[in-house]
């Protein structure tokens, strides 16, 4: 059976190619954890199957910014040199923390050549991802990708011209802050496994992400379901976000028999294409600090 993107027509989507799974983690425990499992699956597949995201906004302790930066920083390159072709990636504060301008200058002053892009959160509007470009050109990674997270309702309505920032390739959204920010309109369980596919407000962003996205030929990213350790659950979530999925440290391997059917979406095993036609068990969750994300819009 031959795939849409290669009998489709003029498609503004699909221009953009990543793995299905991004795997964030903050704790240095977990961060080397990510990066073996990832190493495990390079050596088994052939290829680079998922990314690891290594947290800075959630990862580093309160006073210790400075170091926690110096520390992913040193990691990703020490994987990246063992695997050149290892997709690893770091999430900076957001654009407003004190910690940001550092983040960036050290992350993508010394590791920019080697990151598969930097992620930023807490997006709000173009003018963010301008300061985020800026800061990259300043510390001299002139192509590095940005990937960006959107987490509140004035940042979904401005998802179509934060799509079309040429240095944007892929939007997250970010959903317990998103219903945070609704006030209580929102009640909790919209951020649950059923909630987060019915309520309409929540509904109603992701749709718009994914249009924007699609619109512009960037990768719409999921958010993080919680019922990471339930399998049945999962078998429900996954069909119905279907792109990006986060890979949680307790999901060991991509193709295990428990892997949920994505109904046709997803392409079959293989390890070609740099890990984007494998299938994975697409397990959202969060286990401490550690943020696994990508499911689909």
Known sequence: MSHPRDVLLGAQAGRVQLPVCDH???VEARMRKSLQLQAELMQEFGACVFDVTLDCEDGAPVGGETEHAALVTELALTATTARPNARVAVRVHPVDHPSFEADMALIAGRAGQCLSHIMVPKVESVTDVDRAQAALLQAGATD?????????????????????????????????????AHGGAIPADGMGIEGQFTHPLVLRAKLGIASACHAHGKVPSHCVVTEFKNTELMRMAAPQSLTRAGLHPHVEHPSRPDSPDLGGHGPERSPDRSGQRNRFGRHCGRLGPDQPRRAVA
């Open 24 to 26: 964030y983690s903050g």
């Open 144 to 180: 590095l990708p940005l990937h960006v997270l959107i987490e509140s309702p004035a940042a979904v309505h401005r998802a179509f011209d934060i799509a079309a920032h040429p240095r944007v390739q892929s939007i997250s959204f970010g959903l317990m802050d998103f219903v945070s």
